[in-house]
């Protein structure tokens, strides 16, 4: 952790973030701002984001919507024109589409975001948020140490107890779910959450592919997954575990309660899902169960070669924050942004208060106070996140250093696991696309994947059979997979 800590001391003294940002004045400036949210409702009222009001002479009014609502609530503020956000959470795709017309341009304000743009060039990622005119519509999520996302995880201690080795090779592990299945007839090796989609996003990192468009490195282009020979694969293994009962079948309806408490009670022994999810198994079920561990196993070796998982790059455009050009205090919108890639900013919104959120060690260290639940601490009082603190989407600058803080020793055990058979995908190469292929390359795919997802759910719970699998890729012929590969292929050439 010293090293993680000193690399992020380094990196903020060679940018140059010298002192703080200033209010700016007494007076205080309302802003409003559009946020998804999932467990904790953004607000005043949270300790961390009332600090921030103070130090910035800011009040925020939060406009939470459900994660899974946002596009849809996103998509009505746009059409309308109407009652605009001052901040707008979003991404990338969505500035190429609008950003011209609705946001402030980064770039005619330079000189006010002097710290977001030293973060990006200090490791060189400026073109990553620039649009294909070289416009900046929003300001991204920074990791200062890019990290792992997915795991495979299994009950360790079922495992031990059984005398099942840790699986290896693909084979190993359908042979451990066999085991688990005839040991325990009335619970499911593995299970998942959030629908088909976000579970395939883990699956067929197994097989080193994807649900969509991706780069395959081995090849040197840009691929449709679904018409790779590695995704047949994937979804042939995925119907044999339905079929078999290998697989929950509640896996792809599921909420976050039901898949947990699965595995909490032992109806459930695996899941592939991120890192963290393990730790919450662990927190949560050592209580009633004190020989209870979750723990990431390697991904399998299929075919001699071992699956991947995803990995965060320096920067997150899936996480943009965005500035209106309606905002009637356009200057102080721009401050609060850029102060978020200060010092000051970046350890207010990961670490928090001092005293409070954290403490200073006699080494210098910072750590989670006593109150604060973490991997390491289930005994805590609240969360982080419900402080205000490492909230997605407004903590722009993510300090690495408190995610190992959080990590309990599965979660730190799986992560070195993971660092040591260097399982970190490829990286893929940066596109930019024109607004009309923005547009063009949205409105195709989302079509191929409606189709997409209706059947490949189809296919693995066995309500369509594998053998119309050269019928499902002459529809997505049809529908114009190729078409969408050739756009890939002309922005990748140039």
């Not at 400026?126 to 299994?154: I, K, N």
């Not at 990286?427 to 547009?439: G, R, V």
Request: hydrophobic share 35%; with cysteine.
């Amino acid at each position: 952790m010293k090293r993680l800590i000193s690399i992020f001391v380094v990196l903020l003294l060679v940018m140059g973030l010298i002192g703080t940002a200033s209010a700016g004045g007494d007076d205080i400036v309302k802003l409003s701002w559009l946020v998804p949210t999932f467990d904790v409702n953004l607000s005043m009222d949270l300790p961390v984001i009332a600090e921030l009001g103070r130090r910035m002479n800011v009040e925020i009014e939060f406009r939470n919507v459900a994660g899974d609502d946002f596009q849809t609530k996103f998509n009505t503020m746009i059409a309308s024109a109407k009652d605009m956000a001052d901040l707008v959470s979003t991404d990338k795709d969505s500035l190429a589409l609008y950003g011209r017309d609705l946001f402030v341009n980064f770039n005619d304000h330079e000189d006010q975001f002097t710290n977001y743009f030293a973060v990006l060039d200090r490791v060189n990622c400026r073109d990553r948020v620039e649009m294909d005119d070289g416009s900046v519509y929003g300001a991204a999520r920074f990791t200062d140490e890019p990290g792992m996302w997915y795991g495979l995880f299994m009950r360790y201690d079922i495992l031990k107890e059984n005398g099942i080795a840790i699986p290896n090779t693909l084979d190993e592990l359908t042979d451990t779910f066999a085991k688990l299945k005839e040991l325990y007839p009335d619970s499911s090796p593995m299970t998942g959450r959030w629908g088909l989609d976000n579970n395939i996003s883990f699956w067929l990192y197994w097989f080193r592919t994807g649900s969509g468009m991706y780069y395959k490195a081995d090849e040197d282009r840009f691929v449709y997954g679904p018409t790779m020979d590695e995704f047949k694969q994937a979804i042939e293994y995925l119907h044999m575990m339905w079929e078999k009962g290998y697989l929950d079948h509640e896996t792809l309806t599921q909420t976050d309660e039901e898949f947990y408490s699965k595995l909490y009670t032992g109806k459930a022994f695996g899941m592939s899902d991120y890192f963290g999810a393990e730790t919450n198994c662990n927190v949560n079920s050592v209580a009633n169960n004190p020989d209870y561990y979750m723990c990431a196993i390697p991904l399998p070796e299929i075919n001699g070669v071992r699956g991947y998982t995803k990995i965060d790059s320096y920067v997150n455009t899936g996480e943009m924050l965005a500035i209106s050009n309606t905002c009637e205090n356009i200057d102080k919108a721009c401050e609060l942004v850029n102060y978020f890639y200060t010092e000051e900013g970046a350890n207010l919104m990961c670490w928090g208060i001092e005293g409070e959120t954290y403490e200073i060690s006699e080494d210098g260290m910072k750590h989670r106070t006593s109150n604060i639940i973490t991997g390491n601490n289930p005994d805590g009082q609240v969360t982080e996140r419900e402080t205000g603190c490492r909230i997605g989407n407004v903590a722009k600058y993510w300090i690495e250093a408190v995610d190992v803080e959080n990590y309990s020793g599965a979660q730190r055990e799986g992560k070195l696991l993971y660092n040591e058979l260097g399982v970190g995908e490829p990286i893929s190469p940066l596109l930019h696309f024109t607004e009309d292929q923005t547009i063009y390359r949205k409105d195709l795919s989302s079509e191929l994947s409606t189709y997409r997802s209706e059947t490949v759910a189809a296919f693995i719970t066995g309500e369509k059979d594998l053998a119309e699998w050269d019928e499902f890729l002459a529809t997505l012929q049809s529908i114009g997979y190729e078409e969408l590969e050739a756009l890939y292929t002309e922005v990748y050439g140039k």
